[in-house]
């Protein structure tokens, strides 16, 4: 019997593998050691491999791919429904199996090695400026203890460290002052190593062609678009703009039946970096809508007389992960909507 789709759990050191051939009769069960992995699928004709987007599931994707196989990767959330009663290995593993042969099922794009290290930037840049603002809430707090403060915001967090260098002893007490110094000496480390990487992500922006074509759309900036260009490698799995924004997670959760609509808060699914670049972005926007004269800045003023500020912010992250979506798919630039 011919081995024609395998479906393998992915581990750190052990995996388990569970292959069916053309009538879905069992062929292959049985676990492989790391080592192991590579030869065992060498040993194999073509087939078609599936895999959840976990952990490392990119790299064996691509390593399985240049040994001749199809590799598809999908949520886990979406492989859960085909898994039978108890969980292990093996039945994840034939869970898998089974839930890469399914028509409907949603596949995830197998990213290259370029895109994931331009996702590493961000991960690590997201990393550092949340330790910049732990390290500049750190010493707002213990200066306050000794009387001193400064206005909020982290570019205000100079001149805070100007009054620790200038406090008289009696004010603050040489122990607290090299300790709060020391915190401030980390806190310039971390701004030079968030430079360093926003360095990096523009030379990669400014040889990217995509990433350059999604920066032309308002409220998505260098980071957005690198983001955006890095993860969505593959723009035709979504049938539509409003898909996308569904998949990041920026359209009302549904508790829908018997004929009536009930619709909440966002489902805040998907990916939660990109959506809340998005978000961000689109803060911008809105506190630009008053002097922006396009059909964009008066939709956001007909929206803001009727919905609170943070409604219409999350809605203007929808439309701008809709025109992103276009702008993918299309391989056009972003065009501003007339005014009617």
């Known amino acids: 019997m011919k081995t024609i789709t395998i479906g393998i759990d992915l581990a750190k050191s052990v995996f388990q593998v569970h292959g069916v051939d053309a009538v879905g009769a069992v062929t292959i069960r049985k676990k492989l050691r790391r080592a192991e992995v590579l030869k065992f699928f060498a040993s194999l004709g073509p087939c078609l491999v599936g895999m959840e987007a976990c952990a490392t599931a990119h790299f064996w994707a691509r390593e399985l791919s240049r040994l001749g196989h199809e590799v598809r990767l999908m949520p886990p959330s979406y492989v859960k429904a085909y898994l039978r009663r108890q969980k292990n290995d093996a039945a994840d593993a034939e869970a898998i199996c089974e839930a890469v042969t399914r028509p409907s099922m949603r596949f995830v794009p197998v990213k290259s090695a370029d895109q994931q290290s331009v996702l590493v930037l961000h991960r690590t840049r997201d990393l550092l400026v949340r330790q910049r603002t732990m390290l500049i809430n750190?010493?707002?707090?213990?200066?306050?203890?000794?009387?001193?403060?400064?206005?909020?915001?982290?570019?205000?967090?100079?001149?805070?460290?100007?009054?620790?260098?200038?406090?008289?002893?009696?004010?603050?007490?040489d122990l607290a002052r090299s300790t709060l110094l020391m915190l401030a000496a980390q806190l310039d480390a971390l701004a030079m190593q968030i430079h360093n990487l926003e360095r990096q992500l523009m030379i990669w922006h400014r040889q990217d062609e995509t990433s350059q074509r999604l920066a032309t759309i308002p409220g998505v900036g260098i980071i957005t678009a690198t983001a955006l260009a890095a993860s969505v490698t593959d723009p035709s799995l979504f049938r539509s703009g409003r898909e996308f924004a569904a998949f990041l997670g920026l359209v009302p959760r549904q508790n829908s039946s018997g004929g009536k609509d009930r619709l909440g808060r966002i489902s805040?699914?998907?990916?939660?970096?990109?959506?809340?670049?998005?978000?961000v972005g689109a803060t911008s926007v809105i506190r630009r809508a008053a002097d922006n004269?396009?059909?964009?800045?008066?939709?956001?003023?007909?929206?803001?007389?009727?919905?609170?500020?943070?409604?219409?912010?999350?809605?203007m992250a929808n439309k701008t992960a809709r025109i992103a979506w276009a702008v993918l798919a299309r391989g056009e630039v972003y065009r501003a909507p007339a005014v009617i």
């Open 268 to 279: 805040k699914m998907g990916d939660g970096y990109l959506r809340k670049l998005l978000v």
């Open 138 to 173: 750190a010493i707002r707090g213990h200066c306050a203890e000794f009387g001193m403060i400064a206005p909020q915001g982290a570019r205000r967090a100079a001149e805070l460290i100007e009054q620790i260098r200038e406090a008289e002893a009696s004010a603050l007490p």
């Open 293 to 315: 004269a396009s059909g964009t800045g008066v939709w956001v003023r007909s929206l803001m007389e009727r919905k609170p500020s943070r409604v219409v912010t999350v809605a």
